[in-house]
């Protein structure tokens, strides 16, 4: 982190740009939205335009000259220049499949790279009252119901009966990867989440494993790697076994899988 920011202060700040944008995509949650779809077939909605409209300049303010790489922008064509190596990363609605289905699990993702590193990270997921946040070197934490219930996370080693994986809704487990990460483990549950929700659960314990083999883009996983490697767990390239970077050409990702304790040979 930058010389001169207060680290916890900033996090504090982004929380509330979250909860923020979460009470606009709530106001569109419990309407009778439209839905579009991108060149990439991806659903948008109102709500994802308005969370960002409200996150991009919050940031820009909390941070003056710091780029924005914004899911919607970047799929209107306005990507800025990361090239000084220190940017965010929002997706203002994560999981826009799962908010159209209305289930609750979609979130907003924030996270603040530097060099290559997601160093911040938040997700809030404003239908179930879930808040997930991660300062590099500082630690993570978890709310489950507002401030009062906030708790320190800590990603658990996998428990003796076996461990648990994190699978997506929409894009499928790649279970053949899963031995390969956790080997000698048997595998005791398989929980289907949306959005980065997953990240969530690896960082407070709830699961042990969530391996992606499909494309996914830097907005979706940033929050989640900051927040997971705050807690203790990593995020890593299933070719190369290293952890994911930010800023790569068209903010594309490898196929990844995320664990909630760092392996020793990591």
């Given at each position: 982190m930058a010389e001169g920011v207060d680290r916890a202060r900033l996090l504090a700040e982004v929380e509330r740009i979250a909860y923020e944008a979460g009470a606009l995509i709530l106001e569109v949650y419990g309407s009778a939205f439209a839905v579009e779809h991108k060149d990439d077939r991806s659903p948008v909605t109102l709500a994802d335009r308005r969370a960002e409209d409200h996150i991009v300049p919050a940031l820009q303010a909390l941070l003056p000259g710091v780029p924005v790489v914004a899911e919607e922008a970047v799929s209107d064509g306005h990507a800025p220049d990361v090239s000084g190596g220190r940017f965010w990363l929002v997706d203002p609605l994560d999981g826009t499949r799962e908010f159209v289905r209305r289930n609750?699990?979609?979130?907003?993702?924030?996270?603040?790279?530097?060099a290559g590193e997601p160093v911040l990270g938040v997700i809030w997921a404003p239908a179930l009252s879930r808040l997930f946040s991660g300062l590099i070197g500082q630690g993570a934490w978890g709310e489950d119901a507002g401030p009062a219930s906030r708790r320190a996370l800590d990603g658990r080693a996998v428990p003796a009966k076996g461990a648990t994986v994190a699978s997506s809704r929409s894009h499928g487990l790649g279970a053949s990867e899963v031995q390969r990460w956790l080997p000698g483990h048997l595998i005791v549950e398989t929980r289907p989440v949306g959005s980065s929700l997953k990240f969530g659960l690896l960082a407070a314990g709830e699961a042990d494993i969530y391996p992606r083999p499909g494309r996914t883009m830097e907005w979706d996983t940033a929050a989640g790697q900051a927040l997971l490697t705050a807690a203790g767990g990593c995020v890593l390239d299933l070719a190369?076994?290293?952890?994911?970077?930010?800023?790569?050409?068209g903010f594309e990702n490898p196929g990844f899988v995320a664990l909630g304790r760092r392996p020793l040979a990591a």
């Open positions: 609750g699990e979609f979130t907003v993702n924030i996270a603040l790279v530097e190369s076994g290293l952890p994911l970077g930010c800023g790569k050409r």
